[in-house]
């Protein structure tokens, strides 16, 4: 009896620990440069149990032309960048390589490519969120940790570069994928030195991202299929969902 129970637990443990891993997003972008599709990204990102040291994983491929980019990204409850791994192939070799890891309160970044390697290690403002340009996903992370109307730094990872910026919130409007339609919170990224707008992004009422705007790059991202109506909205602190706790600072 001892040896069948152990059986069904051995059996069931994995799929135990499996089911703790919650996925919050998932889904394909078509990629437009100045209006013309040029590529696609297909990203996921997953929460964590709370006993794992990072708390959300997100992964992506991003496909432009002939170029591929493979990107991992963790980070803890609060959005701080934990590891970050960027790789670059073309014609189906690696071009180069960039990781990042914090350690100890540092960020230590190293890149690889044809012309050698660099290496450099620094310290993160609390708060900061890291942001690939490129790779559109990584604005999920933005409007579920920013605050709005707050100065927010953003690591690039690749140039180990950082920016100060504001996120805000620009209304609600009516965006359609398909036949569906969706009532979308769009919000605003802009740079805190000129007030340069980075992004703008739409998200649905789960948070799940729906587009994303790059004016400077002249880029955009546009989610291929409505998200599942399924699994509802992940609550945030007071049981209040993305748009809700984004938004408390003007609603209340």
């Known amino acids: 009896m001892r040896r069948t129970a152990f059986l069904l637990l051995s059996t069931l443990l994995p799929r135990l620990l499996a089911a703790q891993v919650v996925l919050v997003d998932e889904g394909t972008f078509t990629l437009l440069l100045k209006g013309t599709r040029v590529g696609r990204e297909d990203f996921s990102i997953r ?7 990072a708390a959300y994983v ?25 590891r970050f791994q960027h790789e670059t192939l073309a014609a189906g070799q690696s071009a180069a390589t960039v990781t990042g890891e914090w350690r100890g309160g540092l960020w230590s970044g190293r890149a690889v490519n044809p ?15 890291a942001v690939e340009p490129g790779v559109m996903h990584h604005l999920w992370f933005v409007l579920r940790f920013a605050p709005v109307g707050r100065r927010t730094t953003l690591l690039l990872p690749r140039t180990l570069q950082s ?14 994928i398909g036949l569906a339609e969706i009532q979308a919170r769009r919000f605003t990224v802009r740079l805190d030195a000129d007030n340069t707008v ?45 748009a809700e706790q984004s938004l408390a600072p003007f609603t209340a």
């Open 115 to 129: 012309l050698g390697e660099s290496a450099r290690e620094f310290r993160l403002a609390p708060g900061t969120i």
């Open 198 to 242: 980075l992004y703008e992004a739409w998200i649905d009422p789960a948070g799940r991202l729906l587009r994303v705007r790059a004016p400077g790059e002249s880029m955009e991202a546009i989610r291929d299929e409505a998200p599942p109506p399924s699994g509802g909205p992940e609550t945030l602190s007071g049981d209040r969902t993305y």
């Open 58 to 82: 997100a992964q992506a491929n991003v496909l432009i032309g002939e170029s591929r980019v493979s990107v991992a990204t963790s980070t803890d409850s609060l959005g701080l960048p934990l």
């Open 47 to 53: 929460r964590s149990p709370a006993s794992a040291q």
């Open 163 to 176: 920016r100060t910026v504001r996120v805000e919130a620009a209304g609600t409007e009516a965006f359609a």
